[in-house]
């Protein structure tokens, strides 16, 4: 048996590079277990590492097919050959190319190659002999890269099914199409340097089971942009992936379908990265999206009968830089207790608004503290429900220093029965850091300002620090969901002893008011606060000669922001809130429920009750009939002409949003007429995001993952492929997103769409087992990733309300420092 080069008279050119010496013994990269067959016994093995004196790759051309050899094979061996050629000395290679696959029963030969490249075009390439060397060369530590009909090849094999990851389906279109490949990891050598939306021609395979979470996904296509036929894969439709797998190294792509792919600088860079690492020339990360490399621990019991001393109703979390994670309980209490809803009771509505510590050293968890809130009601009609109660929780930046806790909530002393109107405030209290204990007494009360509780709902309650001190303090619009039909909250008609609690136009739309916001502010040591520089309104601005802003205001036109995020590596703000009840758009009204994220980079209006989406917007109404139709509203130019504004009539423009779903789907988009109304008819819309659709919708922001590369190991920590993804959900499980999301910093202020996104749910669980109902998440300082689950019930807490922890166990890069190759010339 000789190595040889192409068999129709193309002359081999081989790559005279030299190689450094390639470290001896085993690779120590840990290895996946294969889950498939193995191939029938043979007496060859690999008794030394592959790899060499040199470091040397071996591309295999050989085909099932009869016929003359492929053009794309000939285009691809010269490509990689230039590939080894190029490139810093000690990441150079040497190339031999041969259609024999005779070589692989050849242990002293094939041991020599660092890394085997499939450049075939498929069918059954291998006998029985064949296979199993090269299943031993894996097994010791080899690198294999698949190159589009790879995928092909060995088609009766469960084992090379493994290798490759994945196989395409009969259905896959055969014409050349312009797509564009969404490129989610930012690290791995093979898609550091190519475009994260990576627009190019090839042919697009689909796959008969899709390998997400099998293997570890570096770009996916993204179907949207071309034709995938009828065997099209969905949002989720991976194009390139790797894997360690068998004791080596596999990566495969689907694209290189075609001669032209292999002139194109990027897709150089792409196989230039792909062998790289299989080569042993540098190290990657091809486990960080492997299901099975996170685990989910349900980290509180329930609670004993009649006690809350594990947990209460869940609202909220924050971690502490030792590691303790303190979390909220709103205030209803466990079926066990009176619920009171008689406004003639002095104690209407009396809930416990509780503070826990979960301490992981001891595992235990302390109640640190309850507030008396105004929250513990039942569910029902709007006016028997409440959100009112501990809405928030944030630790002071000098908290290790200081013991400051701030929490954001509803004092029952302070509910006036009469008016029925309450006060919400953010207060700064002192935690006994030797004992958990919350001194309650030590409140000094930072801001405050009224709410009406005459009808539910939207809260709001989330807070967040940026790196300047500046607190974010989310609120919502404090407007009945009722009265206009589940589209614009913006009937001026209802009111109770004159407040309004139908018209979103009193509080999110109003530049005096403080509800339906998310505000900024400067915590001082005395507990006062200032105003930092660049809020939306300086609180000096007037209409008519009167005080018309509120200087705290950061962001206005937000409905119910119950969770946001400051990454402080940025400064850059994420939020989410909910969105009204229209199950479906409307030519009269305007677009169905919209729950929103959004990424905000500076002060600005989001829309809400004027427009959503992006800048979607809505129908006016007012008085004396609010159930007819007036003109629809102008994002750009908004106008508060609500009878019960306080504010200033001419608004901000609205800025439109980064994400936002309905029932129907992900990101809904129509035709708009000259004034730039949609058409809202259901059969036009285009779904923009389509990894993304509603049903009950109550939309959980998360974080913004960043990976310490500083802090001392930790063996739970997620990998640092998650760095800079935004964690988006939803309260409810079922088709609604628990997604990371790459965002463009040059876009997501103005409302860019997010470039990639991919499914959390197999990692952070969903089912009545997992976390049903995502409450709250964030990162601790151990690096993962802490949840609360509601339960399963509302305004209470029941067995399943918990707290829990999502940690990574796939360990490092592979293959380790020790045994990277050193190419040199």
């Not at 601005?541 to 200087?551: A, I, L, V």
Request: aromatic content about 10%; charged content about 20%.
């Amino acid at each position: 048996m000789h190595l040889r080069g192409l068999s129709k008279g193309r002359r081999v050119r081989a790559a005279s590079v030299a190689a450094g010496v390639v470290t001896a013994g085993l690779l120590s990269g840990p290895a996946d277990a294969s889950p498939y067959p193995e191939p029938p016994l043979t007496t060859m093995s690999i008794k030394s590492p592959p790899g060499g004196a040199n470091v040397r790759v071996l591309i295999f051309h050989g085909s099932a097919a009869a016929g003359d050899e492929s053009p794309v094979v000939n285009a691809g061996i010269e490509a990689i050959e230039d590939i080894g050629l190029s490139g810093p000395a000690n990441r150079r290679f040497k190339v031999q190319a041969t259609d024999d696959a005779s070589v692989f029963t050849d242990e002293t030969k094939l041991g020599r190659f660092n890394a085997i490249v499939f450049l075939t075009g498929g069918g059954d390439v291998l006998d029985a002999e064949q296979e199993a060397g090269l299943e031993a060369y894996m097994e010791a530590g080899g690198g294999f890269v698949g190159v589009h009909d790879a995928a092909r090849a060995e088609p009766y094999s469960d084992w090379f099914t493994g290798l490759v990851g994945a196989r395409p389906a009969a259905s896959s279109p055969a014409a050349v199409q312009r797509a564009t490949v969404e490129v989610g990891d930012r690290r791995h050598p093979a898609t550091k340097d190519v475009p994260v939306q990576w627009k190019r021609p090839d042919k697009w395979l689909n796959w008969v089971k899709n390998p997400s979470g099998d293997v570890h996904t570096v770009a996916r296509v993204r179907e949207s942009t071309y034709q995938p036929g009828t065997g099209a894969n969905g949002w989720d439709h991976p194009v390139s992936w790797c894997r360690d797998y068998d004791g080596g190294r596999s990566f495969y792509t689907g694209m290189g379908g075609t001669v032209s792919s292999y002139d194109e600088t990027d897709f150089r860079a792409h196989l230039r990265g792909a062998l790289m690492w299989t080569t042993r020339l540098e190290q990657a990360d091809c486990k960080a999206t492997i299901n099975a490399n996170y685990a989910a621990e349900r980290l509180t019991k329930p609670n004993q009968p009649g006690q809350n001393d594990q947990i209460g109703e869940p609202h909220g979390l924050v971690t502490a830089p030792d590691g303790r994670v303190f979390y909220i309980g709103r205030g209803g209490a466990d079926s066990s207790q009176p619920v009171i809803t008689d406004w003639n009771n002095p104690d209407i509505g009396k809930g416990k608004g509780e503070i826990h510590v979960y301490d992981p050293k001891t595992k235990q968890v302390t109640l640190a503290g309850a507030l008396t809130v105004f929250g513990n009601k039942g569910g029902g009609d709007e006016l028997v429900k409440v959100e009112e109660g501990l809405l928030g929780i944030e630790l002071d930046p000098g908290f290790e220093q200081n013991g400051w806790v701030y929490l954001h909530y509803t004092p029952h002393s302070q509910i006036n029965r009469d008016t029925r109107m309450a006060e919400r405030r953010v207060s700064r209290f002192t935690l006994d850091q030797a004992t958990n204990t919350l001194d309650l007494s030590s409140e000094k009360v930072l801001l405050k300002w009224p709410v009406q509780i005459h009808s539910c709902c939207h809260s709001g309650g989330g807070m967040a620090w940026d790196s300047k001190g500046n607190l974010y303090i989310a609120t919502g619009d404090n407007n009945s969901s009722g009265f206009s039909g589940g589209y614009s909250g913006n009937n001026p008609q209802p009111t109770y002893k004159g407040v309004s609690f139908a018209d979103a136009r009193r509080t999110a739309g109003n530049t005096n008011n403080l509800n339906g916001k998310i505000l900024r502010v400067h915590p001082e040591p005395d507990g006062t606060y200032t105003l930092p520089e660049g809020n939306l309104f300086t609180g000096k601005e007037t209409d008519e000669g009167g005080g018309k802003t509120r200087g705290e205001i950061y962001v206005m036109g937000v409905r119910n922001p119950a969770r946001i995020f400051v990454d402080k590596s940025t400064d850059v703000l994420y939020a989410g809130w909910v969105g009204p009840d229209a199950s479906a758009p409307s030519t009269t009204w305007g677009p169905a429920k919209y729950d929103t994220f959004a990424a905000i980079t500076k002060a600005s209006n989001r829309g809400w009750p004027y427009c959503m989406g992006n800048k979607q917007p809505y129908r006016d109404r007012n008085l004396p009939d609010p159930s007819q139709p007036l003109g629809w509203y102008d994002c750009d130019h908004p106008k508060n002409e609500s009878p019960n504004n306080d504010g200033l009539v001419d608004l901000p423009p609205v800025t439109g949003n980064n994400i936002w779903y309905s029932p129907q789907g992900g990101a809904p988009d129509y035709p708009r007429d000259a004034g730039g109304v949609p058409s809202y008819k259901p059969e036009e819309a285009t779904y923009r995001l389509p990894w993304l659709k509603g049903g009950g919708q109550a939309a959980m922001n998360g974080p913004v993952y960043r990976y310490d590369t500083v802090a001392a190991d930790s063996a739970v920590k997620w990998p640092a492929y998650w760095d800079g993804k935004w964690f988006v959900g939803d309260f409810y499980d079922a088709d609604q997103p628990r997604n990371a999301v790459l965002m463009d910093p040059k876009t997501q202020g103005d409302g860019g769409l997010p470039v990639h996104s991919e499914s959390l749910k197999k990692i952070v669980p969903v089912g009545n087992d997992g976390i049903r109902n995502l409450m709250d998440w964030k990162f601790g300082p151990d690096g993962a990733l802490y949840v609360l689950d509601y339960g399963r019930g509302f305004f209470t807490s029941d067995s399943k309300s918990a707290l829990w922890r999502v940690t990574y166990k796939g360990g490092g890069p592979t293959p380790a420092a020790s045994r990277l190759a050193r190419g040199t010339e």
